[in-house]
């Protein structure tokens, strides 16, 4: 497979050809895919399965080059899926915050194996992001945070999770940051104890 563009150092290229192994993922969710970078690393890894792809894809800052991003998504991606047929991916556009991605995540019957979290930085983007993802992805299964430094709100989301006991840091590769999935239940007390960060 050729290499697409991507946001990620060489390590980080590699970390994300390693996950779908060690996390027996069949299924990911990622939240900031850019033109597909992430995306085509993770599916190096993997054999089958499918790959959930949510941006906003207007990255661009200018209205005539934003819907290239998303074909650019499209080219890439249809680019190395001729050497993995058995892999799907479904773009979803628009941020993790509108209700229709929220509905496509409460509706789906199987969970993610692994959630990447890469899109907007800020602190409270990533707890919503967090809010929204965690109770789709399995016990047992891969949080991975990227842009995880001091310069962005993202060790501040990550920390309140982590405080609440349903994330636990496994490794660290440059500023990505791999988690898994505690087996602690999402329930009332764990949102009311996130929803009170926001305010
Ligand atoms: C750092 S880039 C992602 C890089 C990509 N993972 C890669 O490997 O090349 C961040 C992406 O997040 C997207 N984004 C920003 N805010 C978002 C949001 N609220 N929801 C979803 N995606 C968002 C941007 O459009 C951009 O494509």
Same mark, same amino acid.
């Given at each position: 497979m050729n290499d697409v563009r991507a946001m990620l150092s060489p390590q980080e290229r590699d970390l994300l050809r390693s996950l779908p192994e060690k996390f027996q993922a069949e299924s990911i969710l990622e939240i900031g895919v850019f033109v597909g970078g992430s995306t085509s690393y993770f599916a190096q890894?993997? $054999? /089958?399965?499918? !790959? #959930?792809?949510?941006? %906003?894809?207007?990255?661009?800052? %200018?209205i005539e080059d934003q819907p290239y991003q998303l074909q650019r998504w499209i080219e890439n991606t249809n680019g190395w899926q001729k050497e993995k047929p058995n892999i799907r991916t479904i773009p979803l556009v628009g941020s993790v915050t509108t209700p229709a991605i929220r509905y496509f995540l409460e509706d789906r019957v199987c969970s993610f194996? !692994? /959630?990447?979290? $890469?899109?907007?930085? $800020?602190? %409270?983007?990533?707890?919503?992001?967090?809010?929204?993802?965690?109770?789709?992805?399995?016990?047992?299964?891969?949080?991975v945070v990227h842009d995880h430094t001091e310069e962005y709100g993202v060790p501040f989301a990550c920390? !309140?999770?982590?405080?609440?006991?349903? !994330?636990?840091? #496994?490794?660290? %590769?440059?500023? #990505?940051v791999v988690y898994h999935r505690t087996d602690k239940p999402w329930d009332d007390h764990v949102g009311a104890f996130v929803r009170g960060h926001f305010s």
């Amino acid at each position: 497979m050729n290499d697409v563009r991507a946001m990620l150092s060489p390590q980080e290229r590699d970390l994300l050809r390693s996950l779908p192994e060690k996390f027996q993922a069949e299924s990911i969710l990622e939240i900031g895919v850019f033109v597909g970078g992430s995306t085509s690393y993770f599916a190096q890894g993997m $054999d /089958a399965g499918e !790959i #959930v792809c949510v941006d %906003t894809f207007c990255f661009y800052r %200018t209205i005539e080059d934003q819907p290239y991003q998303l074909q650019r998504w499209i080219e890439n991606t249809n680019g190395w899926q001729k050497e993995k047929p058995n892999i799907r991916t479904i773009p979803l556009v628009g941020s993790v915050t509108t209700p229709a991605i929220r509905y496509f995540l409460e509706d789906r019957v199987c969970s993610f194996d !692994i /959630a990447f979290i $890469d899109g907007a930085h $800020d602190a %409270t983007s990533v707890l919503v992001d967090l809010s929204c993802i965690l109770p789709a992805v399995r016990r047992g299964g891969g949080v991975v945070v990227h842009d995880h430094t001091e310069e962005y709100g993202v060790p501040f989301a990550c920390s !309140i999770f982590e405080s609440a006991g349903l !994330i636990e840091p #496994v490794s660290k %590769t440059d500023s #990505v940051v791999v988690y898994h999935r505690t087996d602690k239940p999402w329930d009332d007390h764990v949102g009311a104890f996130v929803r009170g960060h926001f305010s």
